[in-house]
DNA sequence: AAGTCCCACGTC
DNA sequence: ACGTGGGACTTC
């Protein structure tokens, strides 16, 4: 008896909507030794001169293409560095945004180290990896939650979104971290224990750093891999490969890591997911939330939304019972006090805009460790205008707005940093500057008048600090910035509240609540909290330490308005043929209307809004509409031989930035 | 995207 | 009748 020729069925690495689909090839004799799922290889495509990348998805025997297949053309590695349960996870949430699996795949593969993958592929033929018996991993206990739940919740597979215990904590090796990433780190410690992988998902590097060591605290060097953007490419590499392995390890990352490979995958754990650095920049826009919940029903796995505020996507999930709540076992509510602007009755903390109840919250606090001041910008004076018309100064080259980062330094662009030397206005031609606002090098000077002889600290994007001693000193940063205190900070400031909710979207009102109630977790227990110039809803979500009444009242405006996350939304954009085509393609649809279209400088937008209940269908056909558009023949122009550009067809799932209110 | 086939038109 | 150039079509 024969054996069957095996059949290799390819993932074409190609940017084009039409090939994003398994490709089948006969593989040669002397390369069926070599290839297996997950291995890269190279394919000839359409004529024998071109080769494409490839990565094999399946081996099998029989397919449904009754054409004469082509050959594999070359095994790059026999490394299997695609595993199937990240394929499934791109296919799936490419699906579901209308997007193409290769996008997906690319962000979950890092590009091949040669030297790497050498080093790696030698010591599994060692069989090194398997053979030593794993550093083994207890438990660690759960303190301040209700005992053995997150355990439990992990063991059952549970999905929950926990609220955070807003404490700073000393690590057994002296470092201060928030309580959250111990708790992180314990869940991930359970899930070690019973065998599996945890992925830990953090918005950024600062929020990693806390992970990170909190997870030493408590599990072996051996069992922590990180995979980040700040890695270099072979560490990165080398870290995805390590998570190749049996071994159950805790893989700690930002966004992307909800796509590293994990097979027996116990618990995926997001931190803050209402932090924008959570959502994807690159085609198909995919929500490390949404992945992660996708990832969640595919392998099983228990899911946590960990974070100190309530994002109105997880309100959602919770409310319709989705997400179950873990909560502390006890309150440990910051002492918010929310304060109206009142005259200051000091003169300099006039000059500093700080009201009286904050700056006597301040000056005490300063007799015994570190007060934080939060602020919304970095600099010295956050923006100018024209001082004669009052017109926002922009920049010459790029029409971005002008700032200053000192008292003494020149106008210059934020956006591209060229100088402004000489300044003319564009509206009435004026030619002096009047400066708007109040970044933290401006605020730290000014207090440091207000607080003679205190120490001032400045925190922010240019002069990043991750901890502050538990000394008297006056700590400026920018929200999201914020240092943390050993001990905590003994008095907190959050001064432009107002500022913060002036800007222009549909998340301010979240976003401001997570950027104090991160900032109030700083705070040591019992330490004023002085919210300045806010009050209402937010102000008393702060004050009362429930955020998710907050998110829930949200959440029944959206509903109110069909904004998201009430319902999904598509934004569609390309030619006024394209995007009528495909707005007919989903015309039929139930709980689905459109805004639009309109003229937009990218073209022609529509935005559709449908019932989450419709999103495979909305995304079936409007993934339909893209690849026709991709392939459409080219039209001539009567009289003319030129052929018009090929049509296209943007589409992007869940974008909330055309909302807003 | 890009190689290949094919058809139409142009020239001898 | 034969050459060539631009488009349409397809990718296992």
Known sequence: MTTPAPIARVMVDSPLPQLDRLFDYAVPAAMAGEIAPGVRVRVPLRSAGRIADGFVIEV????????????????VSTAPVLAPEVVALARAVADRAAGSANDVIRLAVPKRQVRVEKAWLATRADGEGDAAAPDPVGPAELADYPADRLGQAIADGEKHAVDAVPRVVALPDGRQVGHWATAMAAAATHALASGGSAILSVPDYRDQEQLVAALEAVLPASRIVHLDARQSNPDRYRAHLDCLGQTPLAIVGNRSVVFAPAARLALIAVWDDGDPLHAEPLSPYVHTRDAALVRQQQQGCALFFLGHSRSTEVERLVEIGYLGTLSPARNYSPKVVPTAQQAPQDRYAAIARIPSTAW?????????????????????????????????????HCDGPLGTKTSSSVPACTWCGKPAAAWTCGNCDGTRLRQIGQGTVRTAEDLGRAFPGVRVIIADGDRPLLHVDAAPALVVATRGAEPIAAGGYHAVLLLDGERMLARESLRVGEDCLRWWANAAALAKPGAPVVLVGVGGALATALATWRPQSYAAAELVDRRRLRFPPAIRVATVTGTAETVEKALASIAGLAGADVLGPLDTDAGVRAIVRFDYAQGAAVAQALRAEIIRAATARRKRVPGKSIPLALPTLKVRFDDIEPFIE
Request: hydrophobic share 40%.
């Open 60 to 75: 099998v025997t029989e397919v449904d293409y009754t054409g004469v297949l082509s050959e594999l053309d070359a095994v």
């Open 360 to 396: 006597r919250e301040a000056k005490a606090a300063l007799a015994t460790g570190p007060v934080l001041v939060q602020v919304a910008r970095p600099g010295f004076a956050p923006r100018l205008a024209c001082d004669d018309c009052g017109q926002s100064a922009r920049c010459r």
